[in-house]
Each structure stands twice: as C-alpha cells, then as structure tokens.
C-alpha cells in the first residue's frame, strides 16, 4: 500500500510544480495551440495556450513509478514495463503530432497514414509482447480469453495458439484505438479530459487494490473468487501513478487553461487505459469505469452516421460537449458536470466488479 501512495504522492508532485516550468519552456519557444476553425467560437481566444502537456504527465508518471519502485527494493513486473510502454509508445505518437501542428502553424498534424503506422506498431509490439513473459506460476501479463470483470469462457485461441495470438493482437489493438480516440476526442474543454482521466484511473488503483487483496496467487489452494491477474500490485501502481500526474497537471490544466495536454495526452491516457484493462482482465467492465468517454465517443459516432444517412444533425456539433457549448452551457459547467457523471459512472463500475466477487 505504501509502494502506490508513493506512486500516486510523488507523480502530483513532479506535475504540479513541474507544469509551470515546462509551460515557461514552451512559452519561450512559442509552443502554442493551434484551433480549428469550424470549432465554437469561444475557442478562439484559446489560440496560442501552449500545449503538449502530456509530456509532464508521462514524465511524472515514469518518476512516480520510478520513486515507488525504489520504496519497494525491486524491479518494476513485466506488467509494469507493459503498461508504460503503451502510453510512452502512443505518447511519441502524439508528440510527433503535436509538434507537426506547431511546426506547420496548423490544426493538422501527422497524416491518416503516419499516425497509424505509429500506433499500429505499439499496438502490435504491445499485444504480442503482453502474451509473453510467463511468471513462477505460469501467468502471463496478458490473456488470449475476453475478459468482463475477470476471464470468460470465450478464448480467441479457439482455433489454436496462432490463431489466438492473431485474434488477440487484432482485438487489443481495437481497444489501443477505441481508447486512445475517445480521450482524444474528449479533450476538447479546459480540464474536462484531464478530470475524467482522473476518476477512470482511480477505479483502477481500486481494481488492482482488490485483485492484489484476493489474488490467486496469494493462497496456497485458490478458491473460485480469486483472480488470474499476474502483477495486480503493479496494476494499481501504475494507476496511482497516473491519478497523481492528472492531479497535479489538473491543477494548470483547469480552466482558464494555462496548458493543454495535446495530443500527447491524449493518445498516452487513451493507451495506460487500453493497457490497465487488458492486462488487469476487465476489457469490457472498462467501458463502464470509463463511461463517460464512450458516452463522448458514441455522440460523434451518432451525428457521423445519422448525417451520412439523412444528412440531418443529431447534435448542434459532435463531440457532445461542444453540443452544450452551443446550447449555451458555460465552459465550467459543462466540464464540471461531466466529472460528476464520470464519477457516477466509475462508482457503477466498482460496484458491479465488487458485487461480481460477492455473489460468486
């Protein structure tokens, strides 16, 4: 318990007082924001914030993990190593992104084409290499089976062990991307992807808690509420780590905002989310933890395909927070209540991972 306080104490302080200098940094070198233009309005005045914030939020993280080690005498698990190698991984991605931006003096940064082959090769890196890495037990970070609130009976390695991996890595990367878009997309207020970040990750330092507390590994005869998780501790780690960056970033990021997170933010959150689900075995509850940014996902989703069809609007302009924005919802509002609802879904989420070990 120790080890994660360390992590999630030492990450908020490295972002807190680390934002301002990197903020001065970016300053310096005019580093700033670039809007579209077929965005609301108020965003205009936004041009110019610095941004790749997101490099302090890895930065912390790295450093709270690095700090929580060192309390704990050893080596970070090959969960651990995982899990950061997703979100550094997407993190460069986004980083390159951001900087194209800045450098071309445009809203548009990689092409379609480059930023998939990015994240196409960490994502595929990254599932093939979390199937690896067997422990004492014979635990692997990563599972071939879908997972809800721990394994299920559905193995994509049905048709064998090729197979499997093949399913796998096609099926994790769908989660690397479906994650990493839906912060991206909700990135779109001061504070508003940041705050919500927060909560998800929190879940998870409570999954990981839980799943250390009741892990197999742990009993000598494991009973039928155990869970199959091979680093649960680290999971949790991991988390803390990031809740403490969100934290302190959060502190700069709120608005008015003196810094954005960027697309380095975005993609290396939407990653450690992708990871932390897969490799704790709750790809689907995630969802739920994470509602809020697939209630964002979904409105985009919804006035894409409801324009193509009739060429009709759902919303007065996708994602769903810039909908309130036009429907007159002042800025802080809309970000604060989203929290609240963030918040009410990740209680929803413990709650049925909770009561799923109760009732079992």
Same mark, same amino acid.
């Given at each position: ?115 998939? !082959?990015?994240? =196409?090769?960490? @994502? ?5 290499? #979390? +199937? ?6 014979? $635990? /692997? ?117 003196? !810094?954005?997170? =960027?697309?380095? @933010? ?5 990653? #450690? +989310? ?6 704790? $075995? /709750? ?78």
């Amino acid at each position: 318990m120790i080890a994660i306080l360390v992590a999630s104490g030492v990450s908020l302080l490295v972002a807190l007082f680390g934002t301002p200098l990197f903020i001065r940094f970016l300053v310096r070198r005019n580093y700033g924001q670039f809007v579209r233009q077929d965005g609301p309005t108020a965003h205009f005045t936004k041009r110019g914030t610095p941004t790749m914030g997101g490099v302090v939020i890895i930065g912390a993280t790295l450093i709270g993990v690095a700090a929580s080690m060192a309390v704990a005498e050893r080596l970070p698990s090959a969960t651990a190593w995982l899990a950061l190698y997703l979100m550094v991984g997407l993190g460069v991605v986004g980083f390159a992104d951001d900087f194209t931006k800045i450098r071309k003096q445009r809203s548009l940064g990689l092409t379609p084409r480059a930023k998939i !082959i990015g994240q =196409g090769f960490v @994502g595929i890196t990254f599932a093939a290499l #979390a +199937l690896q890495f067997p422990n004492a037990n014979w $635990r /692997t970070p990563a599972s071939t089976r879908i997972s809800f609130l721990r394994d299920t009976n559905l193995d994509l390695a049905f048709a064998g062990t090729t197979v499997g991996l093949i399913l796998f890595v096609i099926w994790a990367n769908f989660l690397i991307t479906a994650w990493s878009n839906a912060v991206n997309l909700t990135d779109g207020l001061d504070g508003l992807a940041t705050g919500v970040s927060l909560v998800v990750f929190l879940g998870y330092v409570l999954v990981g808690i839980w799943q250390l507390n009741q892990s197999c590994q742990r009993f000598a005869v494991a009973g039928p509420r155990c869970y199959e998780v091979r680093d649960p501790q680290d999971i949790a780690i991991v988390a803390a780590a990031i809740v403490g960056a969100c934290f302190g970033f959060l502190w700069w990021n709120a608005s008015p905002a003196k !810094i954005f997170m =960027g697309d380095t @933010g975005a993609l290396a959150l939407g990653g #450690a +989310l992708a990871a932390l689900s897969i490799l704790s $075995r /709750t790809q689907i509850l995630a969802a739920i933890i994470g509602g809020m940014f697939v209630i964002i996902v979904m409105s985009d989703v919804i006035q894409i395909g409801f324009f193509k069809m009739t060429r009709r609007r759902v919303f007065k302009m996708a994602p769903l927070h810039h909908h309130f924005e036009l429907s007159g919802w002042g800025e802080v509002t809309i970000v604060i209540r989203f929290w609240l609802i963030a918040g009410l879904f990740a209680a929803l989420g413990m709650g049925i991972f909770y009561a799923e070990w109760v009732v079992s």
